[in-house]
């Protein structure tokens, strides 16, 4: 429903009416066929400039209500709000070290969708769709291009054939896009079919869901992804705000099922790169029982370079850090650099 909103204010009232009538708002599916796209940010004044126009045209934009209901709309440079609105930067090409694809994963695998870049994991690439699209996303550039790997019977037996091929593989891990905007079916049967495989001791799911679509994960889901005891969810939180009740809910299934959740967040310049900001977002993600596992330097990838935030602050706010929080809950600050073997912490 194209450009539905034509002042702030009405999108404000909409959201708290929305919220209310707790059977559509709970309802992942609805928050998908609500969010809003670049023709309501547009009509919101929202794409201020002919520059942020374009960048919203060249990067899609998708953000749901659960998130609009995070921002706060009284601030302009707000943490939630950078993290899903086209920012005019997103276009400059200043930066030799950038590219579309920094780390070569579309030449790293047996066949399209597969990546097997570190010797002990394969990545899978099994869905193109994400609850919101995030401005500062690594694989922003190939996301639409890319084709998600299907759950079927032939897919399954090439992936583990493959698997068998390459007897350091203990990981798989299924990446996108999200996985957990497949159906639960779809879904599962790549984890079942994964964690069947003898060498296999992890199938790791990469998803941003627990943060951005919360209402996704199920009992039921959760359940069924723990049964197999192998898997684990790494998810993405970068602001403590992100931290509400319906995403403890969600981590909470997910815990109780048996499945160890962890946190990657991204170092994002004026999202989170403060010790402050990321000492609260430590300590909230502790109270949710999810494990702050590692903060990554903002990739070198076309689009994000507004967000990088130099490794010598990174090294500062990593340093103050360890001053701030206990071990228990201190990520690691790492990068990831095109040709090495492994994240390099910082
Ligand atoms: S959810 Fe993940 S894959 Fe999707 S846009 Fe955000 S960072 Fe990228």
New binding site residues.
């Given amino acids: 429903m194209p450009g539905r909103f034509a002042t702030i204010e009405r999108l404000r009232r909409w959201l708290a009416e929305s919220r209310a009538r707790t059977a559509c708002w709970s309802q992942a599916g609805w928050q998908q066929r609500q969010s809003l796209e670049a023709v309501d940010l547009a009509r919101l004044g929202l794409l201020p400039d002919e520059a942020a126009m374009r960048a919203a045209l060249r990067y899609p934009v998708k953000v749901p209500p659960y998130v609009l209901s995070l921002v706060d709309w009284d601030d302009p440079r707000d943490p939630i709000r950078l993290q899903w609105l086209p920012d005019g930067r997103e276009l400059m090409r200043l930066c030799s070290d950038a590219s579309d694809d920094p780390f070569g994963e579309a030449q790293q695998g047996p066949f399209p969708g597969m990546v097997h870049r570190f010797p002990d994991r394969v990545l899978l690439m099994v869905s193109t769709c ?5 401005r ?5 550039n190939r ?1 639409d291009e890319a084709v998600a790997l299907p759950p079927t019977a032939r897919m399954l037996a090439q992936v583990a054939d493959y698997i068998r091929g390459a007897p350091g593989v203990r990981e798989a891990i299924l ?4 996985p957990l905007l497949l159906s639960d079916a779809r879904l599962l049967r790549w984890v079942d079919g994964l964690a069947r495989l003898p060498q296999i001791d992890a199938v790791r799911i ?4 627990p943060c ?1 679509l919360p209402m996704r994960v199920t009992a039921p889901l959760a359940r069924a992804l723990g049964r197999s005891g192998k898997v684990w969810v790494n998810t ?1 939180f970068n602001h403590v705000r992100e931290i509400t009740p319906e995403s403890a809910q969600a981590c909470r299934l997910l815990v109780e099922a048996g499945i160890p959740v962890s946190n990657q967040s ?1 170092l994002l310049q004026g999202v989170n790169d403060s010790v402050e900001a990321m000492a609260d977002l430590c300590r909230g993600l502790q109270r949710i029982r999810v494990r702050p596992y590692y903060v990554f330097v903002c990739d070198p990838v076309t689009g994000t370079l507004h967000f990088r935030t130099p490794i010598a602050k990174a090294r500062r706010i990593a340093r103050e850090l360890t001053e701030q929080i206990g071990g228990l809950l201190l990520p690691r600050f790492v990068v990831d650099q095109p040709g090495a073997s492994a994240k390099q912490p910082i």
Avoid at 130 to 134: D, I, K, L, P, V
Avoid at 206 to 209: E, L, N, Q, S, W
């Fill in positions: 994400c609850a919101t699209r995030c500062h996303c690594t694989r922003k996301l990446s996108g896009g999200d990469g998803t941003r869901v951005t993405q991204v």
